[in-house]
Protein backbone atom coordinates (compact mmCIF):
# COMPACT_ATOMS: atom_id res chain seq x y z
CA UNK A 1 0.00 0.00 0.00
CA UNK A 2 1.41 3.23 -0.67
CA UNK A 3 1.47 6.33 2.15
CA UNK A 4 -0.18 8.72 2.01
CA UNK A 5 2.29 11.34 2.62
CA UNK A 6 4.04 10.31 -0.65
CA UNK A 7 0.66 10.74 -2.66
CA UNK A 8 0.13 14.24 -0.68
CA UNK A 9 3.81 14.65 -2.06
CA UNK A 10 3.37 13.52 -5.72
CA UNK A 11 0.25 15.95 -5.55
CA UNK A 12 1.77 18.75 -4.39
CA UNK A 13 4.92 18.45 -6.74
CA UNK A 14 1.86 17.91 -10.15
CA UNK A 15 0.03 20.63 -8.62
CA UNK A 16 3.26 23.11 -8.78
CA UNK A 17 3.81 21.69 -12.29
CA UNK A 18 0.43 22.68 -13.57
CA UNK A 19 0.63 26.17 -12.22
CA UNK A 20 4.12 26.95 -13.12
CA UNK A 21 3.17 25.75 -16.65
CA UNK A 22 -0.65 27.90 -16.81
CA UNK A 23 0.44 30.80 -14.75
CA UNK A 24 3.84 31.58 -14.28
CA UNK A 25 2.67 34.23 -11.85
CA UNK A 26 1.07 32.82 -10.02
CA UNK A 27 3.81 30.26 -9.41
CA UNK A 28 5.65 33.08 -8.09
CA UNK A 29 3.39 34.22 -5.56
CA UNK A 30 3.75 30.34 -4.18
CA UNK A 31 6.95 30.05 -4.20
CA UNK A 32 7.57 33.36 -2.37
CA UNK A 33 5.07 32.38 0.00
CA UNK A 34 1.66 34.54 -0.88
CA UNK A 35 -0.31 32.44 -2.31
CA UNK A 36 -1.64 28.64 -0.93
CA UNK A 37 -0.91 25.82 -3.69
CA UNK A 38 -4.29 24.96 -3.36
CA UNK A 39 -5.41 28.36 -4.27
CA UNK A 40 -3.03 29.01 -6.74
CA UNK A 41 -3.86 25.43 -8.31
CA UNK A 42 -7.78 26.81 -8.53
CA UNK A 43 -7.15 30.38 -9.89
CA UNK A 44 -5.07 28.44 -13.28
CA UNK A 45 -7.47 26.13 -13.86
CA UNK A 46 -10.49 28.76 -13.37
CA UNK A 47 -8.72 30.24 -16.14
CA UNK A 48 -8.45 27.42 -18.34
CA UNK A 49 -12.40 27.50 -19.01
Known amino acids: ?3 KSYLAKKDK ?3 LEVIKNLNPKL ?3 V ?3 KMEIQ ?3 VQ ?3 KMK
Open 1 to 3: MVK
Open 13 to 15: ELK
Open 27 to 29: YDK
Open 31 to 33: QAG
Open 39 to 41: DAY
Open 44 to 46: AMM
